[in-house]
């Protein structure tokens, strides 16, 4: 699996950390700029539909932008250098916590082996993932 992605961007033991926050506010202003067009660039149909679902949606679309930006940073290449937003998505279990399902099996990385964690709390989102095969 040389030629995955995962493995040209981080050590040769299989681990990659990535760390990203984002304002709110910056979202929702793209958001209210560019509609549903912006939603589509950023996220999957599923993670549109999770998102719609709640009262506010931004702080969830932000904390899953933040989450992308995050995983690509652990992976070790940023977004658009070989991962892009269709990428991989989150979903949450029953009990809401969050994981990561890759959708880019050339990412060289299954979402068994990344971690994730999500908050969001007045005007920032934040996201960590640990990728650990």
Do not use: Q
């Not at 681990?15 to 990203?20: E, P, S, T």
């Not at 999770?50 to 995983?71: G, H």
């Not at 977004?79 to 989150?90: D, K, L, P, Q, T």
């Not at 029953?94 to 994981?99: D, T, Y």
């Amino acid at each position: 699996m040389s030629s995955a992605l995962f493995n040209k961007g981080t050590e040769a033991n299989g681990r990659g950390i990535g760390v990203d926050i984002v304002d709110i506010r910056r979202i929702r202003k793209s958001y209210e700029k560019y509609g549903e067009k912006f939603l589509r660039r950023v996220l999957t149909k599923n993670e549109i539909s999770y998102c719609k679902k709640k009262p506010d949606m931004i702080p969830s679309v932000a904390v899953r932008f933040a989450a992308k930006e995050a995983l690509s940073k652990a992976i070790g290449c940023g977004i658009s250098r070989g991962f892009s937003w269709e990428s991989a998505e989150v979903v949450n279990d029953k009990h809401g916590k969050p994981s990561v399902k890759v959708l880019d099996e050339t990412l060289g990385v299954s979402g068994d082996a990344i971690k994730l964690s999500l908050s969001h709390d007045g005007d920032y989102a934040v996201a960590v993932v640990l990728i650990d095969r």
